[in-house]
């Protein structure tokens, strides 16, 4: 779901910001990073952009039938309103 590629990025960036005191942990720190990113993103309750654009175009064509509903609805309304006052 996740490009590795970024996730190396990320932790890469990390590991590079660690002081050049420490650069002998930054290998490790850098592959700890990377399992901690991999983890705290992988418990995401995440969606794909398919299935984020398909969810949207479902959405749109529900809004859509629902306008034409309430449309109805009104229309149904004011006909049987304008049956009463006669």
């Not at 850098?30 to 705290?40: C, H, N, R, S, Y």
């Not at 398909?54 to 034409?68: C, F, P």
């Amino acid at each position: 779901m996740f490009d590795p590629k970024a996730i190396d990025d990320i932790a890469s960036r990390l590991a590079g910001a660690i002081p050049p005191g420490l650069s002998n942990l930054k290998d490790d720190l850098e592959k700890t990073f990377q399992a901690i990113l991999q983890g705290a993103l992988g418990k995401l309750d995440l969606v794909t952009r398919e299935e984020f654009e398909v969810q949207k175009l479902v959405l749109a064509k529900t809004r859509s039938k629902l306008e034409d509903l309430e449309k109805r609805v009104s229309e149904m309304e004011q006909s049987v309103l304008n049956k009463a006052e006669l």
